[in-house]
T-cell receptor
Framework: GAVVSQHPSRVICKSGTSVKIECRSL??????MFWYRQFPKQSLMLMAT?????????EQGVEKDKFLINHASLTLSTLTVTSAHPEDSSFYIC????????????FGQGTRLTVV | GENVEQHPSTLSVQEGDSAVIKCTYS??????FPWYKQELGKRPQLIID?????GEKKDQRIAVTLNKTAKHFSLHITETQPEDSAVYFC???????????????FGTGTQLKVEL
């Protein structure tokens, strides 16, 4: 199978602090991973595309200095929400495709971030 | 960029009836169209997908049809069961392109409720 593991599944942090979310492909290599944000009862909105060994590509309107993405290996991408505020509270989900493949994407289980 | 519209936003059917969800896309270069089922607080799960070289695909009670000329595709669920209740998302991407060029663009989602 193709398993993507995301950690943590839930996190509560204080306003102004930073939170790191990890996305790992457990049994395949992923040169590209995608980070989404999903607000309650809404769709998945792509935040950025994470490329192994290079800078992430951010979607329009997403602050790259606030949402830091690092893809240091073929199996791990991290998203750091810096100086979190209550409006950053959301469900963050990553997905990954097998290296060299272009269709089916495999999703992590998501991270519920609550900023208090 | 790609824009995917999805209708209806909510759908209630009686158990055993059929459910149909429709999506349209804007980018004629898109050629991969997956459908995801998402239960509350969980990751999206791929239930069926179709590539642009075919017009229809079926897997037991689930089928997807694609009209490339009109740029729309539909999900058909027959003999619905209570466990089919969830949010369903359509998506589109340019399969055949690796890396970030094949990002998924999601529809707005359909809340399906199957009533006893």
């Amino acid at each position: 199978g193709a398993v993507v593991s995301q950690h943590p599944s839930r996190v509560i942090c204080k306003s102004g602090t930073s939170v790191k979310i990890e996305c790992r492909s457990l049994d395949f290599q992923a040169t590209t991973m995608f980070w989404y944000r999903q607000f309650p009862k809404q769709s998945l909105m792509l935040m950025a595309t994470s490329n192994e060994g290079s800078k992430a590509t951010y979607e329009q309107g997403v602050e790259k200095d606030k949402f830091l993405i690092n893809h240091a290996s073929l199996t791990l991408s991290t998203l750091t929400v810096t100086s979190a505020h209550p409006e950053d509270s959301s469900f963050y989900i990553c997905s990954a495709r097998r290296a060299g493949e272009s269709t089916e994407a495999f999703f992590g289980q998501g991270t519920r971030l609550t900023v208090v | 960029g790609e824009n995917v519209e999805q209708h209806p936003s909510t759908l209630s059917v009686q158990e055993g009836d059929s459910a149909v969800i429709k999506c349209t896309y804007s980018d004629s270069a898109s050629n991969y169209f997956p459908w995801y089922k998402q239960e509350l607080g969980k990751r999206p799960q791929l239930i069926i997908d179709i590539r642009s070289n075919v017009g229809e695909k079926k897997d037991q009670r689930i089928a997807v049809t694609l009209n490339k000329t009109a740029k729309h595709f539909s999900l058909h669920i027959t003999e619905t069961q209570p466990e089919d209740s969830a949010v369903y998302f359509c998506a589109a991407s340019k399969g055949g392109v690796t890396g970030g060029g094949n990002k998924l663009t999601f529809g707005t989602g359909t809340q399906l409720k199957v009533e006893l």
